[in-house]
């Protein structure tokens, strides 16, 4: 059955109608957002895309940040081996609706042309892979550094910084909290941290280098992810611990991926749960900026 809103916006040289005792209050936000300005949701974001120079060659990173005026602070999204597909889009949008500066950098920039998006399946996963042993540990480090000194420059931005990744993405969130300015890092699945096998040569020094991490760790993990077992995720939690880091922990039954809001391993329950204490964490740490404090 159709509903007739009996105060909706009609002349606008007349106020919104009041029909005592009710309250129309879906009626009367129909005329408020008829007078908004769209600059004025923060809600509502735009989407950029920058090179930023590196000491292994430019890096496409794209920005996504809230159209309302003010500064937020900001946050570098990791992508999976995949690059920055569909679903890390939109969480990099989901994450800027929030009231985050967020840039997305391309993971394999030495490696494949600007924009290179590899496909769900086999032969994306081995080309992805196959970069990922290749690419130099030191070189995704001095891309994290690039991406913090553009946010931190950025006039949209408060100079408060953090980082998110999944899966390989997570592993690279983990590397970003090692730089100083890192205030909190949240990291979903993280692979190759308890093997240490990030990188060329797979022998990285993540976890060895766990007592330098000064800002607040959210770790997520899937009981059902083979690609990080009982006995891995064991391995990182007594390093984490005897090193002093502040960190949160949690273990969901889920599959790895299970936050990849396309195919048949997404659980929107656990996505929901997880960005949730993500939000809290980041949010808490990083503070709202401009708009946070209105």
């Known amino acids: 059955?159709?509903?007739?809103?009996?105060?909706?916006?009609g002349d606008i040289l007349c106020r919104p109608c009041v029909l005592s005792p009710l309250q129309l209050r879906l009626d009367w936000q129909i005329w408020f957002a008829a007078m908004a300005e769209p600059a004025d949701d923060p809600m509502l974001i735009q989407r950029e895309t920058v090179d930023l120079p590196t000491p292994t060659g430019p890096m496409r990173t794209y920005l996504y940040r809230p159209t309302?005026?003010?500064?937020?602070?900001?946050?570098?999204?990791?992508?999976?081996?995949?690059?920055?597909?569909?679903?890390?889009?939109?969480?990099?949008?989901?994450?800027?609706?929030?009231?985050?500066?967020?840039?997305?950098?391309?993971?394999?920039?030495?490696?494949?042309?600007?924009?290179?998006?590899?496909?769900?399946?086999?032969?994306?996963?081995?080309?992805?892979?196959?970069?990922?042993?290749?690419?130099?540990?030191?070189?995704?480090?001095s891309d994290a550094r690039a991406g913090f000194d553009y946010l931190r420059g950025h006039p949209a931005c408060t100079g408060r910084l953090g980082a998110m990744g999944f899966c390989i993405g997570g592993h690279l969130a983990y590397r970003a909290a090692l730089q100083p300015d890192c205030l909190a890092a949240v990291c979903f699945q993280a692979t190759d941290l308890h093997k240490r096998s990030l990188g060329m040569g797979m022998n990285d020094d993540s976890l060895a280098r766990a007592h330098e991490i000064k800002g607040e760790l959210l770790l997520i993990f899937g009981r059902q992810d083979p690609h990080i077992p009982a006995e891995g995720r064991a391995l990182i939690y007594a390093r984490l611990s005897e090193s002093g880091v502040l960190f949160g922990w949690h273990e969901l039954n889920a599959q790895h991926a299970a936050l990849r809001d396309e195919g048949p391993r997404y659980d929107p329950v656990v996505a929901r749960l997880?960005?949730?204490?993500?939000?809290?964490v980041l949010s808490r740490n990083l503070d709202k900026g401009d708009q946070g404090a209105t």
């Open 68 to 141: 309302a005026p003010g500064r937020y602070p900001g946050l570098l999204l990791f992508s999976e081996i995949f690059q920055r597909t569909a679903p890390i889009d939109r969480s990099a949008a989901y994450l800027a609706g929030h009231g985050f500066l967020v840039a997305v950098p391309e993971i394999y920039h030495e490696l494949e042309a600007p924009g290179a998006v590899f496909p769900y399946d086999t032969e994306g996963a081995e080309r992805g892979n196959r970069h990922k042993t290749t690419k130099p540990v030191a070189a995704y480090d």
């Open 274 to 280: 997880s960005y949730e204490l993500a939000l809290e």
């Open 1 to 9: 059955m159709p509903y007739e809103f009996k105060c909706k916006p």
